[in-house]
């Protein structure tokens, strides 16, 4: 079946059975390798994407469900890589082997759109789906701050 | 082959993963020399199973540009090492950072030397040899612009990438030289900065050299290797080690759209090494396609004689076991007249489980095996293994294997074992040689895998009647690694033992170590930090519970016990591996450790009065050459609900060449153990793992994870000193700290991990 998604601003379609994943779509079908699996059960956040500026977990989530909405992937957030959470991911080597840091960008930048200068408990609550293996929580709270506050201090 | 009752002369030169290369399958004696055949014997990067290369012209390139091009021949899994590698050269090469670029060697150790990724030691076994190849680097450009303005040598200067003649205000840029510099003979001889002079090493403020691929999603990890014509697979694995396929029906599978084809791999028989698990493989044009199809397989599994391994029997068979004597691995002094004579006996024992590595990346290779050759793209930390086993398994002359290493999404011990890689390869080649991604789901990571050890430890302490410990006796029972490479290897290997058992670097007059025997009925592997991992909790857990039953400041107590500074040759007190290195260079220096202690009790104000419910605990570990303190800050709620509001950890590793990374390995070390300490296990029933992915296989999350980690580096008198690991060491000590904490909080002491079962209801 033919499903079209607003990908990163512009249309693609793909033509795959409705229940496929959007992340296999995204990595297997369109070739994006950006958008990481992690255990294909919406436990980790490796898979994060934005539906309608909404964090989603792209493994959970079947393309027919993202017919005609805006998708958002890491190659899409920003142009250059200078998006204020990507700038301070980066200022603050928050990543060590950078796996999971995609999905982590990810739920970061939907979090800051929606509260712009979140508590430590409102990053517990927002970041808490996202498993970083290496352990880079501490800094990843610290870059998620250092964008509250306007970027680099 | 087996391998009964072997004859055990000393092991020699068992570096941790010496096994590695170019050893088959069930000839772990391998690393068992005769005494007649016994060689001089070579420590550090020298004593590696293809040793150090040293040569300028293969590691270091600068192009017409400018642009330096520095080869890691190491794989990079969050340590770092893309960019501290490169450091060291660009600065002994006074080369801008700015326009030093990092490529990422191919398996090959004939041309780079050992490149096993693994024991916390790429910086300690190449620091010097980056040095000197970029100090050699440096001395061939000067000489190149010196021949070419007609002035001597030693009238130039590198300077921040150019070549400099003040005399005659003449400079010329790196790249303009670079041809002239190449072709000169290499100097045998070259000399080095002084670390005054240093304008990299040790310093901070360094980006990685990977963070815009990796905050843009360029990066490219194993699983993110694409390939025209690639197919992708899934294996549907026997779930009990050891087991196989008995029957299948693979006829609903190949209704699923995208199915393109079922493939039985052969299953190796234990102990199966890097070899692969075999099952039923379904090859399909991506990877959802593939899941599917295995989910429509129909199995009828043999499973073997490990299919009775049970996690709760197990652990009353191993309580059974460390109650009794087992084989003496340290003996100094009398512990049983000691212990006789005691005015009184502390005993405890303590529990790990198994656990997993658990990558974010789960094991994924690509491989395209042609007739006679093969090529794979891979997240390795073992890239000669990958070499060797595909070779192997393929039957393929080796010099036709070529391996690529990807970045490493992860790696914590996992990635050292190849069998990932050989399964994609035998599938490629009943695909007819079409490129094929094997990916593991996270099911399959967690329940076929390789996992960390299961391990009960008993200890015993005897005191006089002035309350001075006199007597020391640890049982430690668990599978050995060893296990994977031979068959009936109950006990566990030099190694292991060299890994906080044996090398107890305590001053107490009476100290026996004994293994009892423990069977695998899993696959073992490496786990970061290792045999550490038990061998830290019940020991640094123990003396604080003694340290209390004494009513001492368990601080004070574990620097008591150290005693006085000294340095201790580690085979002086049973331990002939001591991480592969020269107990001349790397004795075990208590100074040094009671240093790191003195430096996290201030850093974390030890001895600060606390509120009802929070509570403060120590400990501290030597491993991979390194010295580790850890005080963990736990507050417990009136429902008995633990958060960790704070952990500081305090590190001598000797001199620091990235200490942000060193800083970024403490900071994960701390949250690994965390999840350790608190949340992860892996258990068996009926042969086959319990937990499948993330939900029943907890680790640390935001949420879970200490709101601060405080890292203290304990800065290095010289650059002389011998470098030690950063990578694993993080990890031992965090876990009994956090015990230690929360008996000081909840008056409960915990014995078994993960705690979170102990303190539920």
């Given amino acids: 079946m033919a499903f079209t998604i607003k990908l990163n601003g512009q249309d693609r379609s793909v033509d795959v059975e409705g229940d496929m994943p959007l992340l296999w779509v995204l990595r297997d079908v369109l070739g994006m390798t950006g958008t990481k699996y992690g255990c294909g059960a919406a436990l980790c956040g490796a898979c994060t994407v934005h539906i309608d500026g909404v964090a989603v977990r792209s493994c959970q989530t079947p393309v027919s469900d993202a017919e005609g909405r805006a998708v958002t992937t890491i190659e899409g957030l920003s142009r250059d890589g200078t998006h204020p959470v990507q700038v301070a991911w980066r200022e603050l080597n928050v990543a060590q082997c950078g796996y999971c840091q995609v999905g982590q960008i990810m739920s970061a930048a939907a979090l800051l759109a929606d509260n712009p200068k979140p508590s430590d408990d409102d990053i517990d609550a927002a970041m808490s789906g996202n498993i970083c293996r290496c352990g880079t929580y501490p800094r990843i709270r610290a870059a998620i ?7 680099r201090r | 082959m087996t391998y009964h009752r072997p004859i055990r002369p000393a092991i020699r030169n068992v570096s941790r993963r010496a096994f590695l290369a170019g050893v088959s399958a069930g000839s772990f004696v391998l690393s068992v020399g005769l005494p007649a055949l016994a060689q001089e014997k070579k420590y550090a990067g020298a004593g590696m199973p293809n040793g150090l290369r040293e040569d300028v012209k293969l590691f270091v390139a600068i ?11 190491r794989s990079e899994m969050g340590q770092g090492v893309r960019t501290s590698l490169p450091m060291v050269v660009a600065d002994e090469l006074d080369a801008d950072w700015a326009r030093v670029k990092v490529a990422q060697a191919p398996g090959d150790e004939a041309r780079y030397g050992n490149q096993d990724t693994d024991g916390s030691r790429s910086m300690r076994h190449h620091f010097m040899t980056f040095r000197r190849m970029g100090a050699t680097a440096r001395a061939m450009l000067i000489q190149a612009a010196a021949t070419s303005w007609g002035v001597p040598a030693g009238e130039v200067e590198a300077v921040n990438h150019e070549l400099v003649h003040q005399a005659s205000s003449r400079r010329i840029g790196y790249g303009a030289i670079a041809k002239a510099a190449a072709a000169l003979s290499v100097p045998a001889s070259v000399k080095l900065k002084e670390p005054a002079q240093f304008r990299y090493i040790g310093k901070e403020g360094l980006p990685s050299i990977d963070g815009m691929d990796i905050t843009t999603g360029r990066a490219g990890f194993g699983i993110d290797t694409r390939l025209d014509g690639m197919v992708y697979a899934v294996i549907a694995r026997p779930p009990v080690y050891g087991g196989k396929v008995k029957s299948f029906d693979a006829a609903e599978a190949m209704k699923v759209k995208g199915v393109l084809k079922i493939v039985s791999i052969d299953s190796t028989p234990p102990p199966s090494e890097f070899g692969p698990l075999g099952g039923i493989a379904v090859v399909a044009s991506n990877t959802w396609a593939a899941i599917k199809g295995r989910e429509a397989l129909k199995i009828t599994w043999d499973d073997g004689p490990n299919g009775a391994y049970s996690s709760d029997s197990y652990k009353a068979a191993m309580e059974a076991s460390v109650r009794k004597p087992g084989k003496v691995v340290r003996n100094q002094g009398d512990v049983d007249a000691a212990m006789a004579g005691a005015a009184r006996r502390i005993e405890a024992e303590y529990f790990v489980p198994h656990l997993a590595q658990a990558p974010m990346e789960p094991p994924a290779a690509i491989v395209r095996a042609g007739d006679n050759d093969c090529e794979a793209w891979a997240c390795t930390q073992a890239p000669q293994a990958t070499k060797t086993r595909l070779a192997k398994f393929l039957g393929v002359p080796l010099e036709k294997v070529t391996v690529h290493v990807t970045m490493l999404g992860g790696g914590f011990g996992r990635k050292s074992k190849p069998d ?17 991604k094997v990916t593991w789901t996270r099911e399959d990571d967690l329940q076929n895998g390789y996992l960390h050890t299961v391990s009960m430890e008993r200890l015993e302490a005897g005191l006089d009647a002035s309350g001075k410990l006199v007597a020391w006796r640890h049982r430690s029972a668990f599978p050995s690694i060893a296990s994977i490479f031979a068959s009936n290897m109950k006990l566990p290997a030099a190694f292991e033992l060299g890994m906080g058992l044996v090398n107890l670097p305590f001053d107490i007059p009476n100290i026996r170590a004994e293994t009892p025997e423990a069977e695998a009925h899993t696959r073992i592997g490496w786990f970061r930090s290792v045999a550490n991992i038990q061998h830290a909790f019940a020991i640094q857990s123990f003396v604080t519970e003694i340290a209390q039953a004494l009513g001492k400041d368990p601080k004070d107590y574990l620097l008591k016990l150290i005693g006085p500074a000294r340095k201790i040759n580690p085979a002086s007190i049973g331990d002939a591996w001591n991480h592969g290195e020269d107990p001349a260079l790397y004795p075990i220096d208590t100074g040094r450790l009671r240093g790191v202690i003195e430096a996290v009790a201030k850093g974390a104000n030890w001895g600060r009065t ?7 605990g120590i400990a501290a570990h030597y491993s991979f050459v390194s010295y580790i303190a850890v005080v963990a800050d736990v507050e417990a709620d009136d429902k008995g609900t633990i958060r960790i509001p704070r952990i500081d950890i305090a590190i001598d590793c000797g001199p620091q060449i990235n200490p942000e990374r060193i800083r970024a390995q403490m900071e994960g070390g701390v949250i690994m153990g965390v999840s350790n300490a608190m949340l992860s296990e892996i258990t068996f029933k009926d042969g086959r793992v319990v937990q499948s992915n993330f939900d029943g296989f907890e680790v640390a999350r935001m949420d879970s994870a200490p709101r601060e980690v405080h890292v ?19 990890v031992p ?15 409960k002491r915990i014995r078994q991990l993960p705690m979170r079962r102990q303190l539920a209801g």
């Fill in chain 1, 145 to 151: 701050h250092r964008v509250a506050a306007g970027g």
């Fill in chain 2, 63 to 73: 192009a017409e540009d400018g642009t330096v091009t520095v080869v890691c021949h």
């Fill in chain 2, 420 to 436: 990932f890689i050989v399964e994609a390869g035998l599938l490629s080649k009943a695909m007819n040689g079409a490129p094929v």
């Fill in chain 2, 610 to 616: 606390l509120p009802k419910g929070r509570g403060l």
């Fill in chain 2, 712 to 730: 203290h580096l304990v800065p290095a008198t010289d650059y002389t000193m011998p470098l030690g690991g950063v990578g694993e060491p993080g």
């Fill in chain 2, 733 to 747: 000590p965090v876990g009994p700290a956090l015990a230690n904490a929360i008996a000081a909080a909840t008056g």
